[in-house]
């Protein structure tokens, strides 16, 4: 019997700006994540409970708590522990597999390691932003990239998951540095990444930046490609790439308080479809396509990602190939992967 993956579903709580006095040129804490009053355990286990009930099938499900939106190990000790101790709760109750948390790498040391081990901690994720030391100064990170190799050093000592949350498009970056980061991102072997496009946030230091003409936000093609670059790199080294993009929110839209820069709500589905259609170029080297009929089998998971967003990938093929017609058909089979097949038209 085929054995069933089981489903991530993430409970998040924000504590928005705390334990993190620092800001950087790209944040504005209070319009990226939701706000969320000082610790009130009733409020919280509603929530809690509302969003473990809403999840159907529990059995083929891992639930873990996430601590998002500041860095949580820079907060104060007894709230951080408050915090830690209703999840904990859960976790030994069998409701919650375990506990996430977001923090900077110049936020961890052995004492805050000696107190979360008593914890049920799944993965403590870094925001690292990039590993050029020349990017993290002009965006008043307050750290450097070697503060990144600290941490993580006593994160493997402790023998705790790890992740690594990487940014593109900041001040002085470039293609290459941001490729140089993931390649230092993958050597340190991490258990997940994440990706995100800077974006111009109203009510920051770079939108100030931006107004004066220092700053230009990258394009969407541009972030597209940069962050294709690094996904390649991190699949290739079996390491799992759990988002691309800033997930949307009430405020966090175009013509919202994006004020520059690549947002799309799709943008990881862009970067898919880029790499798909960069594998299909290959199968089609040296072959006569001219006046053709095009056959894709694949996934029916993949084929969105084949066809791209608004049959951009159907409309390049025909373009530079002279397909006379492209269709697919659905192989499950197939999974990640597809075959292509040159038919007479």
């Known amino acids: 019997m085929k054995s069933t993956k089981k489903k991530n579903v993430i409970v998040p709580i924000f ?25 009130d355990e009733v ?17 083929n499900t891992n639930i873990d708590i996430a601590f998002y939106g500041g860095s949580f190990t820079g907060i104060e000790k007894e709230i951080q522990n ?7 709760e859960y976790v030994d109750r069998g409701l919650l597999r375990g506990i996430r948390m977001s923090t900077r790498p110049d936020y961890i040391n052995e004492s805050i ?12 994720e870094f925001g690292v932003q990039s590993f050029d030391n020349e990017v993290l100064m002009i965006s008043e990170r ?29 001040p002085t970056d470039t293609l290459f540095k941001s490729v140089e980061s993931a390649k230092k991102a993958a050597a340190l072997k991490p258990s ?5 496009p800077t974006l111009v946030i109203k009510d920051t230091k770079l939108e100030e930046m931006f107004n004066k003409g220092i700053y230009k936000a990258l394009s969407i093609e541009n972030a597209v490609n940069i962050a294709a670059e690094m996904y390649k790199i991190f699949t290739s080294n079996n390491i799992n790439v759990i988002r691309m993009g800033l997930q949307p929110t009430d405020n966090i839209t175009s013509g919202g308080d994006v004020v520059s820069g690549p947002f799309h709500s799709s943008f990881r589905h862009l970067v898919e479809s880029k790499l798909i259609l960069e594998k299909i170029v ?18 029916n998971k993949k ?30 089979d197939l999974q990640d992967n597809f075959t292509i097949e040159i038919m007479d038209g």
């Not at 390691?113 to 403590?124: A, E, P, R, S």
């Not at 290959?282 to 996934?299: Q, V």
């Not at 990602?305 to 499950?332: A, P, Q």
């Open 43 to 59: 409020k919280l286990r509603l929530y809690i409970e509302t969003y473990i009930n809403s999840v159907k099938d529990k059995m």
């Open 142 to 170: 307050g750290h450097t990239a070697n503060d990144v190799y600290v941490a993580v050093k006593l994160i493997k000592e402790y023998k705790l998951n790890f992740g690594i949350q990487l940014m593109i498009g900041l």
């Open 282 to 299: 290959i199968e089609l080297k040296g072959l006569n396509t001219e006046k053709k009929t095009l056959k894709i089998k694949a996934s």
């Open 192 to 196: 997940t990444i994440r990706i995100y």
């Open 303 to 332: 084929i969105s990602e084949i066809v791209g967003i608004k049959k951009s990938n159907i409309k390049f093929l025909k373009e530079h190939y002279n397909f006379v017609k492209i269709f697919y058909e659905i192989n499950n």
């Open 113 to 124: 390691l000696n107190n979360l081990k008593k914890y049920t901690i799944n993965l403590i």
């Open 82 to 88: 408050k915090y830690l101790c209703l999840a904990q």
């Open 15 to 39: 504590v928005s700006h705390m334990g993190c006095p620092n800001d950087c040129v790209f944040c504005n804490q209070r319009k990226i994540a939701k706000e969320w009053e000082p610790f």
